[in-house]
């Protein structure tokens, strides 16, 4: 039976030829395999080998605070030839700008932004040798080919297509023959079987591992610890007869300053009575308003931003067992963490791959998507992606392309500003006394994650939540529906927006309450599906949405 030897991260890394394409497992600081990355990059600094690397990354490798992950690799031009990322490190931090930007933006590297739930899918294809993956996935965003084709910089060459088959264009994303998976896991037994309990979530360790065995690579495993027995088959998350390599790393964080938390990796659990309430404010506001979307048994996703304070109101309110969460980076359940362990949550009730986590968020298994925004149009597109005012480098699309391509109903928060602001909350108002100089609700985007037109064709529900106003998509734009108390319609809203605005004939004011510090009760919409369905009858179509606009729930 194979033994797969225990090395060095210098002698692992000695394993990687010039031009190979390398495949990370990792989510920010979570999962990284962080020391076989940086000896990867050391030997290239010290030797110019292995060059013109191909490197995959579905999730960002890396988090600049305190795990470089890709920037070991962009430090030194000539390592890199090809970047396929789902998100980069956002920096700056600790190390200063990742170095991986400045490159991109240079044109040292190809580079492309791929949706992260579709990056899994490929890795998917290429190891049972089919030949990309065909999708609706990005159709009307910077990934599609008749926009910017996913390419991040001039130098980048075509790689997305059109295929037209059934009747309607898809999405093509070719496959990739990977040389090189990189993988992190907690314990590896003697036969080089992997287990993840001390982790986070398995991320797509097992189909990037199977996508370099099956192409006849390598696979190299940083672990935090041996086992001398055999593990346990049904802990074993990926199988020793594809780890080629072992490399133990006693020191490996959980996650970005987390050591170990058994919460997180759900080896135990504790009591949500520590989480600290949302500051007051107006983003407490926002999720306050946020909330009202959803209702009793919900399956919600939750991104980064302001959104991922949704939970710690519903706790507040004593609604948290209300919803179930789902992260794509794997957790089903539990409470969502915010800091440097976001994409984790405490006391998990699952902790799924991300690639089978992808194919319930981008088939639209879910109910709400509760996710963020730079930028919208007057016309509902939504730019998540690309900081216009910090760099001409996208941050990534991340999984925001697959989570919002068939969610029934998206939740959008964020200010209705951006810029040195001073906005006060409190007494059931809202009082803007200094607002951001830089306009979020603009004519175009600067780069399409999200297409308005597409999400109407579909039919599903967009909500806008700000601390000033409520707004939801309709096929003429985006119509205000909801306004603060305290504020003017015409000074602070349809005036601080650089697009044309419209205004719902129904024009309500946010309940009052909302802007209390006091918690206001939080009601919750019923139940959207049926538990049980009679014998012989077709199913129940699910409840309409609550109408954006209203107040009961606030």
């Known amino acids: 039976m194979r033994t797969p030897p225990i090395v060095t991260a210098d002698e692992a890394v000695g394993l990687i030829a010039d031009g190979a394409t390398v495949t990370v497992s990792s989510s920010s600081g979570l999962g990284c395999p962080d020391a076989v990355l940086a000896a990867l990059g050391r030997r290239y600094r010290d030797t110019s080998a292995p060059g013109g ?8 490798a890396g988090d600049m605070y305190g795990i470089k992950g890709i920037d070991h690799l962009a430090e030194q031009p000539g390592q890199l030839s090809r970047l396929f990322a789902g998100s980069l490190p956002s920096g700056p931090s600790d190390f200063g700008p990742p170095a991986v930007r400045a490159l991109i933006e240079s044109g040292g590297v190809q580079a492309y932004n791929i949706p992260s739930g579709v990056l899994f899918q490929m890795h998917r294809a290429a190891a049972t040798r089919q030949p990309g993956v065909l999708t609706e996935v990005g159709a009307g965003t910077f990934a599609d080919p008749r926009q910017d084709g996913a390419r991040m910089n001039a130098a980048t060459e075509e790689f997305v297509r059109i295929e037209h088959l059934a009747g309607k264009d898809w999405l093509f994303y070719p496959a990739l023959s990977v040389d090189v998976a990189i993988i992190r896991a907690t314990t590896a037994d003697p036969f080089g079987n992997l287990s993840f309990e001390q982790e986070g979530g398995t991320l797509g360790a097992l189909d990037q591992a199977y996508a370099a065995h099956n192409n006849g690579g390598i696979v190299i495993a940083q672990v935090k610890r041996t086992s001398p027995d055999r593990l346990p088959p049904s802990t074993v998350r990926v199988p020793g007869i594809v780890v080629d390599v072992v490399v133990v790393v006693p020191e490996q964080m959980q996650t970005t300053q987390i050591s170990y938390d058994p919460t997180i990796s759900g080896e135990a659990s504790r009591s949500l009575a520590e989480i600290e309430p949302l500051p007051w404010g107006p983003e407490k506001v926002i999720a306050r308003r946020a909330a009202a979307a959803l209702h009793h048994d919900d399956i919600v996703n939750l991104g980064f931003g302001l959104s991922a304070g949704v939970p710690r109101v519903l706790l507040e309110a004593g609604h948290e067992d209300e919803v179930t969460w789902v992260i794509e980076q794997g957790p089903i359940g539990g409470f969502p963490l915010t800091g440097f362990a976001f994409g984790s949550a405490m006391n998990p009730h699952a902790l799924m ?3 089978d986590q992808f194919t319930l968020l981008a088939g639209g298994g879910i109910d709400v998507a509760m996710l963020s925004f730079l930028q919208i149009s007057g016309t509902g597109d939504v730019n998540v992606s690309h900081l216009p005012s910090r760099s001409h480098v996208t941050v990534g699309i991340g999984g925001f392309a697959d989570i919002t391509t068939f969610a029934p109903h998206v939740v959008l928060s964020g200010y209705f500003t951006a810029g040195s602001r001073d906005i006060e909350v409190g007494d059931g108002r809202l009082t803007i006394r200094q607002d951001g100089d830089v306009a979020k609700f603009v004519t175009d985007v600067a780069q399409i994650s999200f297409a308005a037109r597409n999400a109407l064709d579909r039919g599903q529900q967009v909500t806008v939540v700000t601390e000033r106003a409520v707004l939801r998509l309709t096929p003429a734009g985006l119509e205000v529906t909801e306004i603060a108390p305290g504020i003017d319609l015409r000074r602070d809203v349809l005036d601080r927006a650089d697009c044309d605005l419209l205004v719902s004939d129904d024009l309500r004011l946010m309940d ?19 538990l049980l369905m009679p014998a012989g009858r077709p199913p129940v179509p699910a409840a309409p949405p609550t109408r954006c606009g209203a107040t009961s729930h606030a």
């Open 53 to 60: 690397l191909t490197l995959i990354h579905p999730i960002a």
């Open 353 to 355: 791959p991300s690639i």
């Open 512 to 530: 009052h309450r909302l802007f209390r510090e006091v918690a206001p009760q939080l009601e919750l919409g019923p139940r959207r599906r049926p």
